[in-house]
């Protein structure tokens, strides 16, 4: 069975499956998510989707078809990259990686466990940064033939697996492949900003960011912008405190964001019918939770995220990315107003992958046609 016809059958069936005891939910589309990964790789679609012209973005020299691509940990070892750019999509980006590679989480005998909240459009995993590591997925990154122009990136973190300067050193020494490898733009996965003292210019992350201007930044031997991605659970307050360090050491963007672990906020979002699966999952996992619970979120920190670049005026051109919750051309009008340069998505992704298949760019970006965002409105916050 193709990937396209499974993944709409599967659709139907969720909101039914997901009735079932917790635990096996979870063990069912553990296996399940990884066997329809498996097939999502033997299925390229034959025809190129062009997007119109006037969907185009350029930020830092780079041409985006669109203002929208997968975000990181979709096809964490280089996975089908002819796919998205057939598809459409504003960009591919592979990742995240990490130096050595990693078998990922195993909990109670389920594997890498993902469970979705098809009622609530959100999703939890705990997958532990399962990746075959820098080394092979540079060299991966390598041999993608371009396919329409569609701009390469990659996710980057140090591994969970070192400490110290050792994992610093690994972390740099792994961005150095994919810069080699002719990635386009590069994207560190900082999620926990890590922050709860309120100065986030003394801490650890302040640290990493330090030592990448040093060691990367700084070196770097052409045009390749690095971007961070934080948490959506990221306070607002901390915002001027995060840009103010990235703008001070060079990085060229910023993106919000990754998954969230505050669990009673996001559950106030989660469709009753499917807390006790939520609670399940969340006590015995743990993991970020992802999709719809988070649009306000991300709207919120990536949109003051732009008001304060464009109050602060870095020297560097510096863009926002969102991500969390994007499902409709609608939110990427909000993002468009909100200054937001590009978007990302994951759970929604997969949801509009389940209705359309590999039209799943071309359906999105069609509605725009109607509902183009008028570009002088701006939200403010
Ligand atoms: C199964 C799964 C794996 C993920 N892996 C990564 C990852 O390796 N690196 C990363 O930065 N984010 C990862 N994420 C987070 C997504 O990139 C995204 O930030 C988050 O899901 C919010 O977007 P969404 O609401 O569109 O899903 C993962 C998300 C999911 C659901």
């Not at 098809?118 to 371009?146: C, F, I, M, T, Y």
């Not at 650890?204 to 912008?225: E, G, I, S």
């Not at 008001?307 to 969390?324: D, L, M, N, W």
Request: charge should be neutral; hydrophobic fraction near 30%.
């Amino acid at each position: 069975m193709k990937a396209t016809t499974l993944a709409n059958w599967e659709s139907k069936l969720r909101p039914l499956v997901t009735k079932l005891p917790p635990q096996s939910v979870v063990s069912k589309y553990s296996s399940g998510r990884l066997d329809f990964l498996a097939k999502l790789k033997q299925d390229v679609p034959s025809e190129t989707y062009f997007p119109s012209e006037d969907l185009s973005k350029e930020h830092w020299g780079i041409r985006f078809r669109t203002p929208i691509m997968n975000s990181a940990g979709m096809f964490k070892n280089g996975e089908c990259y002819k796919m998205i750019a057939r598809q459409g999509a504003g960009a591919y980006l592979g990742g995240t990686g990490t130096w050595n590679q990693r078998k990922g989480n195993e909990k109670d005998g389920i594997y890498l466990p993902f469970v979705p909240y098809p009622n609530s459009h959100s999703a939890s995993n705990w997958l532990g940064l399962p990746n075959d590591g820098d080394e092979v997925n540079s060299q991966r990154a390598q041999k993608l033939e371009r396919i329409a122009d569609t701009p390469i990136g990659w996710s980057i973190m140090g591994s969970p697996d070192f400490q110290g300067e050792e994992k610093l050193r690994y972390l740099v020494q792994g961005m150095r492949l994919y810069e080699q490898a002719g990635v386009d733009f590069l994207e560190i996965n900082e999620s926990c900003p890590n922050t709860a003292h309120g100065r986030p210019q003394d801490d650890d992350m302040a640290n990493r960011l330090r030592y990448v201007k040093k060691h990367f930044l700084d070196q770097r031997t052409r045009r390749l912008p690095v971007i961070v991605k934080f948490s959506n659970d990221t306070e607002v307050e901390q915002l001027p405190a995060l840009l103010d360090i990235l703008f001070e050491l060079g990085y060229d963007g910023v993106n919000f964001g990754n998954t969230s672990t505050a669990y009673d906020r996001r559950k106030e979002k989660i469709e009753p019918n499917e807390r006790k699966l939520f609670d399940f999952y969340t006590h015995t996992f743990g993991g970020g939770v992802s999709g719809r619970p988070l649009r306000e979120s991300s709207l919120e920190l990536a949109g003051r995220a732009f008001e304060y670049v464009r109050a602060g005026s870095p020297s560097q051109e510096f863009h926002v990315i969102r991500t969390g919750g994007i499902e409709t051309w609608s939110d990427i009008q909000d993002s468009e107003r909100a200054g937001i340069s590009l978007n990302q998505w994951y759970t929604g992704y997969f949801e509009n992958f389940a209705k359309n298949g590999h039209n799943v760019y071309r359906q999105l970006l069609e509605n725009s046609k109607q509902k183009r965002a008028p570009s002088h409105h701006r939200v403010t916050f």
